[in-house]
Every structure is written in C-alpha cells, then in structure tokens.
C-alpha cells in the first residue's frame, strides 16, 4: 500500500469519525456542523436584566456581538443598525437613557434573537442543468433587499440552498401565482405617492414645480417636455410627436418660460419710467437700449428684461458663470449683457457667484502658521563648517553603470555646501 493512499484513508477515517460524533467546528467565524454540512452564525447574545441601562453604546455593543461575514443574518440585525440610525438623527448621547418607546423596540428584538439559533444554510451548493435561480426583491423607504435561491432538481427530489419559502421545495404548479397580499395599511404607507400637477399654461404664472430643478437647460428641457405633451394631448386626428426634441421646441419652450416669468414678475415694466421697454413679434418684453444706432445684434441692441429675484434669472447666471469657466462678475455682465437686460444685475450676479461652492473653495484663505524662532546652531556665531548637516542623495548611475550617491554638507551658519561623490555604498 502506498504512502498516498494511507494519508487518504486516513483523512476518510477522520471525516466519517468526525461526521458520526456530529462535529461542529468553528470556520472563520462560522459554525460548520459537519454531520448535517450546514452554516450557521454565533448569535449568543447572553442576556440582560431589569437595571441594563439601555443605551446607544449598548445597543451598538450587541449588534456588532454578531459576526455574519456573509450576511446570512442581514435581515435580523438591519433593525437594530435602523434604530441607531434614528438615534443618531436625534442627536442622543452615547450614554443617555432611550425613550420608552425606543426602548421597546430594542428590547423586543432582542427577545426574538434565539430564533436565529435555528438559522443555518447548506455549506454544499449543488449545481446541474435544472438548477434556476430564484430571484426576491423588496424595497421600503428606510432599506431594501435582494435574495437568490438555487433551487435543483435530484431525480425526485429537490434541493434549495438556503432557508426558503416552503413552497419553492414543491412541484411548481404548487407555487402561489400573483401578488401576496400583504398589510393594506403597511403597503399604503410604502407606496409611492403619484405627484399630480397642475399646469393651465394660459394663466400668468410660471409653473412652480419646475423651480425644483437646479439646471437652466434641464429646465427648459423639461418644460420642453410638458409642452410636447399638451400639444399631443390637445392634437385631434394629426401624428403625436414621439421623437427626441428639436432645437426650435426648446427654444419655444425658453421663449415661453421667459413671456411667463415676465407678466408674473414684470406686470409694471411697461409704464416704468426707469427703462424704456417694448413687445417683440413673439411677445417677450424687450429693453429699447440708448444704442439702438449702432450697428449690431439685434438681440445686443434690445435685450430681454429679466426680474433680479427669480429661479429663472439665478439659473440662468448659474450657467453661464459654468459655462465660462466660473467667471467673475464683470465677465458675468458683459456675458449676460449679450442677450439679458437683468434688473440690479450686479446684486444677483454677486448672489449666486457668493453661492458656488466651486468659486468658493478658490476664495478661501491658506492656512498659515505662526514662525517659530530658528534653532540655536543656525544663529550662533562660529567658524565655517563648525556646525554641518549632512545629507544624502542619490542613487545616480554612472555612463561606465556604476552606482553612486552624492553627500551635501551644508553649513548651517553660512549656508555653503559642498558636494561630494560616493561610490563606497557599493555592496
Ligand atoms: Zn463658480
């Protein structure tokens, strides 16, 4: 008999010794039950009694007594991990008492915790050609969740890795079809609410909802969007547009935004005595300028009036100022200039230039130290090279590949250096 099929006997000999007395052994931090060849987590929490002052310090201390590196127990400790989550929004100290009712939560969890004793999965995972993967999702507000069970087929009888619905162990025609009906008050908390907006576009406001959007072009673009849908919502027997937006629809959409922040924001500007205005061809109102002589655009020569504190004119700062590498105010009125007539344009260019946080972190002022005195060898009066630092660079290579390095002594009265060459480090 040869050596190897003694150490393999051996091994064998030790397995079926192993298996037969129901051997658990501790597997990088795992409990393997090598009779069943099952995995389970520690979860011996110990206990607690009546005067346990429970804290957040506690609370943290319990959960992390729970070593599950492959996440096997997720769904029980994501409670805790929530409530501290809570506590730390509260703002509650380490060692403060919880409220009552936080207390309760904790501590029913905790009462519940010997059911994960219980908890074990299939160390071997068998896989053959009627293995599926069955896939379950959930999501609520606070977490959410993915699980994927391997269920295979074994002659008559089938084999599901990992803790599962009974009835995935059944013949398929057994499976639940539908929706499992859950809480109705649970699932009507978890549900999405549908935002329902309102937009008569032939009244004289500017549609709010859209000031929730922090880009001029998303703006517009969105904006875009609803135009298209009113427009094929209101089309009787012609083609409803279902393409990619045009150039001339965002800009319709802008000019629109525009004719609508301006009856909201400007009503007066006509009669105004401050600037003279006038109505173009498409109904925006425009700045008749003092130069109107000049030869040039016309959109330089009668810029659109723009109010100084609305979204409108803020995004539209906003992207300029990007779109011109974060340029500074009086960039930012000739630039605006070009096309805009912006009231106080100064006051609201300098608003959103204070507020970019990109500028910002340009604007801040270096962080200085006080000096400090310089050591007594650099101030004492003494002979050259009496007081030196040595320093050592390198390695240089040579043309003829020798290695050398280059010793700097300096004086640190006189601040002379001499250099010298060495090549004795050679191993
Ligand atoms: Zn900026």
């Known amino acids: 008999m040869g050596v190897s099929t003694c150490v393999v006997l051996k091994a064998m000999w030790l397995a079926k010794m192993l298996i037969e007395a129901q051997a658990i052994l501790p597997f990088l931090g795992v409990i393997w039950n090598l009779g069943t060849d099952t995995l389970k987590c520690c979860t011996d929490m110990g206990t607690l009694t009546c005067e346990t002052k429970i804290t957040k310090r506690l609370i943290l201390a319990i959960v992390q007594k729970i070593f599950d590196p492959m996440g096997l127990l997720t769904p029980a400790t994501l409670l805790p991990k929530l409530l501290i989550q809570h506590l730390w929004k509260m703002k509650i100290a380490w060692d ?14 905790f009462r519940d915790l010997y059911i994960l004793k219980d908890v074990t999965l299939s160390r071997c995972m068998i896989i053959n050609s009627t293995s599926e993967l069955h896939v379950f999702v959930d999501a609520s507000k606070e977490a959410y969740a993915a699980c994927v069970f391997v269920r295979s087929m074994f002659k008559s009888d089938v084999k599901v890795v990992g803790r599962t619905f009974v009835w ?6 057994y499976w639940p079809l539908g929706e499992t009906p859950g809480d109705s008050e649970e699932v009507e908390l978890e549900m999405k609410k549908l935002k329902v907006v309102n937009i008569d576009l032939s009244r004289d406001a500017p549609p709010w909802h859209l000031y929730a959007i922090s880009d001029y072009n998303k703006m517009i673009r969105v904006f875009s969007w609803i135009l298209r849908f009113v427009n094929n919502f209101t089309l009787l027997n012609g083609k409803c547009k279902d393409s990619e937006l045009s150039q001339s629809e965002i800009e319709n ?70 779109k011109n590498c ?41 962080l200085s130290s006080e000096p400090t005195p310089l050591p007594p060898d650099r101030v004492t009066d003494c002979a050259p090279f009496e007081i030196v630092g040595i320093d050592l660079a390198g390695p240089l290579f040579l043309k003829d590949g020798r290695k050398v390095w280059i010793k700097k002594k300096l004086c640190l009265l006189a601040r002379y250096t001499v250099l010298f060459i060495l090549n004795l480090l050679i191993p």
């Open 168 to 173: 995935l162990r059944e013949s398929p025609e």
């Open 96 to 109: 403060s008492e919880l409220s009552p009712n936080d207390v309760n939560v904790f501590l029913k969890w």
């Open 326 to 366: 974060h340029a500074g105010i009086q960039m930012m009125q000739c630039l605006l200039r070009e096309r805009y007539w912006i009231i106080r344009a100064r006051k609201a260019i300098k608003n959103v230039l204070y507020n970019c946080i990109f500028c910002k972190r340009f604007k801040v002022k270096s």
């Open 253 to 322: 959409s802008e000019k629109k935004l525009i004719r609508l922040v301006q009856s909201y924001y400007l009503p007066d500007a006509k009669s105004s005595n401050y600037i003279e205005t006038c109505i173009d061809d498409e109904g925006i109102l425009r700045v008749k300028t003092k130069i109107l002589n000049r030869d040039d655009e016309r959109s330089f020569l009668y810029p659109i009036l723009l109010p100084e504190k609305c979204e409108l004119t803020k995004l539209l700062i906003r992207d300029v100022h990007k």
